[in-house]
T-cell receptor, first 113, second 113 residues
Framework: NAGVTQTPKFRVLKTGQSMTLLCAQD?????MYWYRQDPGMGLRLIHY???????DQGEVPNGYNVSRSTTEDFPLRLELAAPSQTSVYFC????????????FGEGSWLTVV | KQEVTQIPAALSVPEGENLVLNCSFT??????LQWFRQDPGKGLTSLLL?????REQTSGRLNASLDKSSGRSTLYIAASQPGDSATYLC????????????FGKGTTLSVSS
């Protein structure tokens, strides 16, 4: 019963470095999402995918890239990290039906110094 | 564009009090609405999910109502306890952004003993 698994849980990056946040789900869900959460801001959608090979931008996509080569995995790439990308990142997944529950990972805490 | 607003942003009550948290959304064409709880430094815990065809859902001391036509939901917490202290997030799922959940900024609740 792994559900949605995010790695790493905590990471400190230097400005300009690159890294990838990993997200994997074992529920055969078609839909996957990446959010970021900043103090007092709720969760904001970065990118989403409605199936393998299909990705699209959410509300705050700048500075982030995603890919969806398999149904299970949806990595989030930061190419040139900036202090403004210090945040908590949540990955989520869901089945294709609109009434399906969306399941969340436990979050990844990223600090860019 | 769907927007979700939560009022109040913060709330402090004495233990034992009944309380109501409010959520409003701008596009009434939603699939479902979900209430989450988030403790400091932690991930999201799903509390209640209301489908668009439903009017309310109950779980223990929690009751969530949905009035889709007016774009409103309330979360009622009965006999509040210090352990209820947390941030409560409201989110709606609609046709936008691959049916991603769109979140409000949350209400931070503090229950004093």
């Amino acid at each position: 019963n792994a559900g949605v698994t995010q790695t790493p849980k905590f990471r400190v990056l230097k400005t300009g470095q690159s890294m990838t946040l990993l997200c994997a789900q074992d529920m055969n869900h078609e839909y996957m999402y990446w959010y970021r959460q900043d103090p007092g801001m709720g969760l904001r959608l970065i990118h989403y995918s409605v199936g393998a090979g299909i990705t699209d931008q959410g509300e705050v996509p700048n500075g982030y890239n995603v890919s969806r080569s398999t149904t299970e995995d949806f990595p989030l790439r930061l190419e040139l990290a900036a202090p403004s990308q210090t945040s908590v990142y949540f990955c989520a997944s869901s089945g294709p039906l609109s009434g399906n529950t969306i399941y969340f990972g436990e979050g990844s805490w990223l600090t860019v110094v | 564009k769907q927007e979700v607003t939560q009022i109040p942003a913060a709330l402090s009550v004495p233990e034992g009090e009944n309380l109501v948290l409010n959520c409003s959304f701008t596009d009434s064409a939603i699939y479902n609405l979900q209430w989450f709880r988030q403790d400091p430094g932690k991930g999201l815990t799903s509390l209640l999910l209301i489908q668009s065809s439903q009017r309310e859902q109950t779980s223990g001391r929690l009751n969530a109502s949905l009035d889709k036509s007016s774009g409103r939901s309330t979360l009622y917490i009965a006999a509040s306890q210090p352990g209820d202290s947390a941030t409560y997030l409201c989110a709606v799922r609609s046709r936008q952004a691959g049916t991603a959940l769109i979140f409000g900024k949350g209400t931070t609740l503090s229950v004093s003993s």
